[in-house]
Structure formats: structure tokens, C-alpha cells
């Protein structure tokens, strides 16, 4: 599986971001998707993640309620809608695929995309 992310960028306090992260090889329906970041100088850790399905979602504690994770099989594509963005969600996001559940654990998305910059001014 290779996996794409885009729409990273700079955005004010109080925006909006929708990030997407496309999939080519294996068929994408069968993974379990997630979200993570890295803010520099900090360890990666974990933002969001979705089932093969979709039906089940799971968020790290800090995004919950502003950020939304979603997944369309048809296009191969998961998505992170994020709202009232704050400069402490500054960071590279990664896109993961693993396994067809929800899971917070890194080690069990054997494949990353890139990374994308998100940039939230004060």
C-alpha cells in the first residue's frame, strides 16, 4: 500500500483544514486508517483512527470534538476534517494503514504516508 497526504498549510487560530490521504495497491477497504503528528521536537503520537469499515472511529483526547476522521472506499481515500484549529495542533501529520480495526498503537500500521505540515498561527 502506498499512501499520499496532502492539504497541509497554514491556517489562523479558529480555521479549518481538511486533510486527505490517498491509497494505491491492496484494496483499500480491507484497512483500518489513521492519523498521527509529530510537532517538532516532540515524539509522533496518535490523533485519530478509522475502521476498515468506517463504522467506528476513535480520537486522541486533545482533538476530540474538532476533528473529524472519515473514509471513502470508493476513491481509496481517508480524510481529517480539523476545525477550530489551535497553534498547538501545529505539527506533520501522517496518514497510516494497518489492520481492518481501530488502533491508537503506531506499530500496528505497517504503512505511512509522507507526512503533510500543518502550520496554526496565533
Known amino acids: 500500500v502506498q499512501l499520499q497526504a496532502s492539504g497541509g498549510g497554514l491556517v489562523q487560530a479558529g480555521g479549518s483544514l481538511r486533510l486527505s490521504c490517498a491509497a494505491s495497491?491492496?484494496?483499500?477497504?480491507?484497512?483500518?486508517m489513521g492519523w498521527f503528528r509529530q510537532a517538532p521536537g516532540k515524539e509522533r503520537e496518535f490523533v485519530a483512527a478509522i475502521s476498515w469499515s468506517g463504522s467506528s472511529t476513535h480520537y486522541a483526547d486533545s482533538v476530540k470534538g474538532r476533528f473529524t476522521i472519515s473514509k471513502d472506499n470508493a476513491k481509496n481515500t481517508v480524510y481529517l476534517q480539523m476545525n477550530s484549529l489551535k497553534p498547538e495542533d501545529t505539527a506533520v501529520y501522517y496518514c497510516a494503514a494497518g489492520g481492518s480495526f481501530v488502533t491508537t498503537t503506531q506499530a500496528m500500521y505497517p504503512y505511512w504516508g509522507q507526512g503533510t505540515q500543518v502550520t496554526v498561527s496565533s
Open positions: 495497491g491492496p484494496p483499500f477497504g480491507s484497512y483500518g
